[in-house]
DNA sequence: ATTTATATTGCAATAGAGTTGCATAAATAA
DNA sequence: TTATTTATGCAACTCTATTGCAATATAAAT
């Protein structure tokens, strides 16, 4: 979720054309509070303006590969979608309820990761860390 | 990975039948340095003795449910199966090659992870915490 | 030991998520 | 305007996983 990020500048500094779709795309992901499946997006999207499954999931890959969006992998079997961190959010972890299958955003303090001993010495490179905590929710507890 | 693990103990505790499928499956896990995919234990499975690919879905669901077993899911499409934290081996991150797709178990001090506050608050159940490192691993470096 | 019940496995068909190839449309450059 | 490149749509397909039901095998009861 961002209030002051201009997602056509994202677009264009990240040197993709900021076509009506993908801007659409971004700011679906970027306006909500929690990461979003390809569906939520498609769905979402295809209420205002038709636009084909393909094309999202392309869209996607694309935000992804520029480093604009983030893939996180759930408890299940789908994807979602965030707003990858930038100068205006932090990387933070996500709670999954394998009940209803909401994916939510923790704030990034709640959770603390040191490995800078590890870093140091990894052979390999390192692009992202995800950290994931699965359960249930507060309302599905309830019943 | 368990040198010390009595497979058919486990499944015994765990209120399941010792049958030889499950066992086979458990002991394949159990064995291995690494967390593997369906269709690693199914190929593995079937090299000795025939077993149909719903049979390992089913057997895995039971393991993960009966928590022997943990399913980790990677940056990728398939899960992956590992042995479940026990008196004998802690909870630890992996490591996933975006590249070649081999998922690695790291070792339980490379992070720490700090969250007690925030369990404390927590409204809802934790199950489980899963940490996992994508990038390209050594020998996908190389390439 | 034979029958009955229960639990486990196999097989075929299906679902869901994601991908590919090629056609069409839109945007940029010449 | 025409040519070229880029983006989108459509259909078919792949891969992972699940479901329903039949066939076996195992355990329980008589």
Redo the contacts between chains.
């Keep these: 979720m961002c209030n002051q990020c201009n997602y056509k500048e994202l677009l264009v500094e990240a040197d993709l054309e900021p076509t009506e779709k993908r801007l659409r795309v971004l700011e679906i992901i970027g306006n909500n509070a929690f990461p979003l499946s390809v569906s939520d997006i498609h769905d979402t999207l295809d209420r205002s303006k038709s636009i084909n499954r393909v094309t999202v999931y392309r869209i996607l890959d694309l935000l992804v590969e520029k480093e604009l969006v983030d ?1 996180i ?3 299940g079997r789908a994807s979602y979608y965030g707003l990858a961190p930038n100068e205006f959010h932090q990387a933070h972890p996500h ?1 999954y ?2 009940i209803c299958g909401r994916m939510d955003c ?1 704030s990034p303090e ?6 800078t ?2 870093l140091k010495n990894f ?16 309302n ?2 309830k019943q």
Excluded at 110 to 115: D, F, K, L, N
């Design positions: 893939r992998s759930t408890g709670f309820c394998k923790l709640t959770v603390s990761v040191q490995m001993g590890f052979p390999g490179r390192i692009d992202k860390l995800e950290l994931r905590l699965d359960g249930v929710c507060k599905c507890l």
